[in-house]
Every structure is written in structure tokens, then in C-alpha cells.
């Protein structure tokens, strides 16, 4: 196994495990768990095979993250543990 493969595969982990992390702060309901889901697809993205979902990844984590104001949930929250996390480099 390469060390590229490697190192995607820890950001992958890493990913999922933030991912998890986050969904915990979004209600418990039907709605707070499909924005939790959109959130948690976005953090994947920033791992993705391909620059464009990288690029629409940060450009939404990095934006205004209507969806988790709505349910409460602090967007500079999220980035912080993204940056945390190291998903951006």
C-alpha cells in the first residue's frame, strides 16, 4: 500500500469519525438528522477522488452553513473541528 493510499484512507477515517462527531450536536428528529447528513457528506467530500468535490466541500463548510444555524448548531463550531481535524490540506 502506498503512503498516498495511506494518508487517504487516515483522512477518510478521520472524516467519518468528525462526521459522527458533529451529527451528535443536530437534534434528534427527522429533519436534524438529514442536515446532520448533509454536513456529514460535506466533510466527506473534502476527502474525495476529485478536486471539484473537494473545492464545493470547503466553499460549503466554509460558507455560511445555513442548515446547521437553523438547527442550532454553531457553523465556526464545525470549521474549527475541520481544521482540527486537518481535513483541509
Not at 43 to 68: K, M, S
Not at 74 to 85: G, T, Y
Request: overall charge positive; aromatic content about 8%.
Amino acid at each position: 500500500m502506498s503512503s498516498m493510499t495511506k494518508s487517504n484512507n487516515t483522512k477518510a477515517r478521520l472524516a467519518y469519525q468528525l462526521g459522527k462527531k458533529i451529527s451528535y450536536q443536530f437534534p434528534d428528529s427527522p429533519e436534524g438528522r438529514l442536515w446532520a447528513a448533509v454536513v456529514r457528506q460535506a466533510i466527506q467530500d473534502l476527502c474525495g477522488r476529485t478536486n471539484i468535490a473537494r473545492n464545493h466541500a470547503v466553499r460549503y463548510l466554509f460558507g455560511r452553513v445555513i442548515v446547521a444555524e437553523m438547527c442550532g448548531v454553531d457553523p465556526d463550531w464545525i470549521r474549527s473541528q475541520v481544521k482540527k481535524a486537518g481535513l483541509l490540506g
